[in-house]
């Protein structure tokens, strides 16, 4: 990511977010109504226009074209992660953590989590950019969340939490929200080291991407075109696991894979009528702190 700017890949989460929000109440998923308020003039405009159905489809279509099966995956991704974070809050879950938070704007959005402390901790420019749209659209922050600022590469979330009073004794549910694939191979250990940290029974709740599609990316529909356009926006790729290998590496951290699906399963799970190729490399992996 340039260092001026936000991600402009959490940019197209939200686009995707506020477009499912368009959509007819009994034929989607979740409404975002927070997500346009991230997307600049020309995404905002479509999205809005999006309501009429040639607009839609072009749009939707548009997107197939560049980035195959992106909008379905993150639509998808995004219901199962919610499910997963309800059914967290309902098993007695205290707190929610939410690592490189982007544009997620669950806090708001999710009715069980107005009443539980959230901590959203992300990249400084992406997190003052989201502070300040929260102010301009909500006239406040919300009170039940705390947003701290960190680049994952290049600092310490062990000095980070002691800074701030991070309580590691509450059961946490952690979300890690396409970042992994952002980061070094020590980075994304020291934060899984982190995350270990927290209560017996803690969950975390992260996404990554297959680690062949660094090494071949033609082995995936639309990977390498994918890998080129994120090179050009200086948003490179630069970490990936092997599913079969996912288990024994959190096991090292005392977390057990409880369940490990790629866009292919989600997809099939929430949007079984809206069928899309694409972004198979992209996995979401749930598990349990022992």
């Known amino acids: 990511m340039k260092a001026e700017k936000t991600s402009r890949t959490a940019q197209y989460m939200a686009l995707f977010r506020a477009l499912e929000t368009k959509r007819d109440v009994n034929d989607?998923?979740?409404?975002?109504?927070?997500?346009?308020?991230?997307?600049?003039?020309k995404l905002r405009f479509a999205t809005r226009l999006s309501k009429f159905a040639p607009v839609k489809n072009y749009i939707q279509n548009t997107i197939q074209k560049k980035i195959p099966g992106a909008f379905s995956s993150g639509i998808a991704r995004t219901k199962y992660i919610d499910d997963l974070l309800q059914d967290a809050i309902q098993n007695g879950i205290k707190q929610v953590l939410i690592l490189g938070a982007g544009f997620d704007t669950r806090p708001l959005r999710l009715d069980f989590l107005k009443s539980i402390p959230v901590i959203e901790i992300d990249h400084p420019n992406t997190s003052n950019f989201k502070i300040q749209i929260y102010k301009n659209s909500l006239g406040q922050l919300p009170e039940n969340v705390q947003f701290l600022q960190i680049d994952f590469n290049q600092q310490n979330l062990?000095?980070?939490?002691v800074q701030n009073d991070i309580n590691f004794s509450l059961p946490t549910a952690v979300i890690w929200e396409g970042v992994t694939n952002y980061l070094s191979a020590d980075a994304v250990k020291s934060t899984f080291e982190f995350i270990s940290k927290f209560a017996k029974n803690s969950i975390v709740i992260f996404t990554y991407v297959h680690k062949e599609i660094l090494e071949n990316p033609k082995s995936?529909?639309?990977g390498e075109k994918l890998?080129?356009?994120l090179n050009e926006l200086e948003e490179q790729w630069t970490f990936g696991f092997l599913p079969n290998e996912?288990?024994?590496?959190?096991?090292?951290?005392?977390?057990?894979l409880i369940e490990d699906l790629g866009a292919?399963?989600?997809?099939?799970?929430?949007?079984?009528?809206?069928?899309?190729?694409?972004?198979?490399?992209?996995?979401?992996?749930?598990?349990?702190?022992?």
């Open 227 to 229: 890998l080129k356009d």
């Open 220 to 222: 995936f529909l639309g």
């Open 158 to 161: 062990d000095q980070l939490a």
């Open 264 to 290: 292919n399963e989600y997809r099939e799970r929430f949007l079984p009528n809206r069928s899309e190729k694409g972004y198979e490399f992209y996995r979401t992996a749930f598990g349990i702190k022992q």
């Open 28 to 41: 989607r998923l979740f409404s975002d109504p927070y997500a346009i308020d991230f997307l600049d003039s």
């Open 246 to 256: 996912l288990s024994d590496y959190l096991n090292q951290f005392d977390i057990k």
